[in-house]
């Protein structure tokens, strides 16, 4: 292959598709392509480290390129009949790049994006591989056309798909071991039993107010939690009507501390 030649292939294939954007690749980024032969045969030559010729994607040629790896073809063919027939080509690592039309307003600009894990739909400020076209098949080895029809438009699942607000994160669920809780027990009715005795109520607002942290968690409910302070209380030597006020009060307290300051969780 020589240089001469792959340069000429970048200005037959915008020859032969006006609008697409051609670099040399390495040696230029999608910035500095061009669209017409001479400039892309000129840009070419002054590359002499070119090897293949590269494509941006995005409104600046208005395609969409959704690039399959080599190890998720089996994702493909499981979901062949979702694609319309389009432009596909086999890339150097053997992936599969299918090429589709950038969809036109009110939809919105399409740009880097994931389908399923090793398909990934590259758009705006994006660029791909391209093959040379004939008679210059032999100037990018491994790139080749697989299939060559028009290209389709992207298909509107697709859109949706890469589009799509990303789903908020639900707070892990911390869940206590058993033992764990059977230890805070302890301590807490060790806690009111050792105080004196005009402390005693104090003490448990204290401990139900850092107990509301594993409701916040979702550890465990408000009614368990409450069941767990009050019996401790009470066996501490609490009136039950005393400890359920006190810790009722010290759940409402550490609620209200978390959610002001929701790194306490």
């Not at 739909?121 to 791909?128: I, K, L, P, S």
């Amino acid at each position: 292959m020589s240089l001469h030649d792959l340069a000429m292939a970048a200005a037959e294939l915008t020859r032969l598709r006006p609008g697409l954007l051609v670099f040399p690749v390495p040696g230029c980024a999608p910035r500095d392509a061009v669209d017409r032969p001479r400039r892309a045969y000129l840009l070419f030559l002054s590359r002499p480290a070119a090897q293949f010729i590269g494509v941006p994607t995005g409104v600046q040629t208005m395609i969409v390129a959704i690039v399959i790896e080599a190890a998720w073809k089996r994702w493909f063919r499981h979901n062949f009949g979702r694609f319309p027939a389009t432009l596909v080509h086999r890339m150097p690592g053997g992936e599969l790049q299918l090429i589709f039309r950038m969809p036109l307003p009110p939809a919105p600009i399409i740009s880097r994006g994931s389908i399923v894990a090793g398909v990934e739909v590259m758009g705006e400020d994006c660029w791909t591989w391209w093959p040379a076209p004939p008679p210059y098949q032999g100037m990018t080895p491994g790139c080749v056309a697989a299939l060559e029809v028009p290209i389709a438009a992207l298909p509107k699942w697709i859109i949706d798909r890469v589009t799509a607000e990303p789903r908020p994160k639900e707070p892990p669920v911390l869940r206590l071991p058993r033992r764990g809780i059977d230890v805070i027990r302890d301590r807490v009715v060790a806690f009111t039993k050792y105080s004196r005795q005009g402390n005693r109520a104090e003490v448990l607002i204290a401990a139900a107010q850092g107990a509301a942290r594993w409701i916040g968690q979702g550890a465990l409910e408000e009614a368990e939690v409450l069941e767990l302070l009050v019996g401790a209380a009470v066996e501490a030597g609490l009136a039950p009507d005393e400890a359920l006020a006190a810790a009722r009060r010290g759940l409402k307290v550490g609620e209200i501390e978390q959610r002001e300051n929701p790194e306490l969780k």
